[in-house]
């Protein structure tokens, strides 16, 4: 069966009754998938991916080349769009060349602490007993200390490196993450899991 709609008198289109429905229904189902994802946080995310990925093509002055004429020059739309540092240097071009650091620094942050905590509640859950118990009395005492006095007195007495950003402040993040797993561990067992418990 077949419905028909003019437009404005000109156009009659005829559409089975059986796509009446369609668009809605897609729009309903993709609103149902994405209902809870934070999609401004997401839009920014992969912005700032695509950016690390094609700095060089979008970048459009070189981020570390001096122009001591242009220092401190104001933002414009013909030249510099966010304006110049005190060396001259193109700051839309630097931002966009950060972002590769900053994603860099991100991910492969959350990857170590992801890791590590995981390694950590392996062993706690596998080698129980004395093992477990200085496992979890160490993450506890990390986790007791302030975040950024470890931190702070860590890269002081470390130098200063992408690595040591990396590593450091995410070993306090990894015994977070180990001590929820082994939580969820003692929260949860087998018997409980297959109804028995």
Do not use: E
Not at 94 to 122: D, K, M, P, Q, W
Not at 130 to 146: E, H, K, S
Not at 159 to 178: D, E, F, H, Q, W
């Amino acid at each position: 069966m077949a419905g028909t709609y003019s437009l404005s008198g000109k156009l009659a289109l005829t559409v089975p009754l059986a796509l009446r429905g369609q668009p809605t229904l897609i729009i309903q189902r993709l609103r149902q998938a994405w209902r809870g994802v934070p999609i401004f946080s997401l839009v920014m995310l992969t912005g700032a991916i695509l950016c690390a990925l094609f700095a060089p093509l979008l970048a459009p002055y070189d981020p570390i080349k001096t122009n001591p004429v242009h220092a401190l020059a104001a933002p414009s739309l013909s030249q510099h769009v966010l304006g110049t540092d005190h060396l001259g240097r193109d700051v839309l071009s630097r931002l966009i060349y950060g972002a590769r650091i900053s994603i860099t620094i991100g991910f492969l942050a959350v990857f170590v602490a992801g890791s590590l905590g995981v390694l950590i509640a392996v062993v706690s859950g596998v080698y129980k007993g004395w093992i477990d118990r200085i496992l979890m009395r160490v993450t506890d005492a990390f986790l007791a200390l302030p975040y950024l006095m470890i931190a702070v007195t860590v890269i002081s007495i470390l130098k200063p490196s992408m690595l040591n950003v990396i590593v450091v402040p995410n070993a306090r993040s990894s015994c977070g993450t180990s001590s929820r797993i082994l939580l969820t561990r003692c929260s949860y067992s087998p018997a409980s899991a297959l109804g028995q418990g």
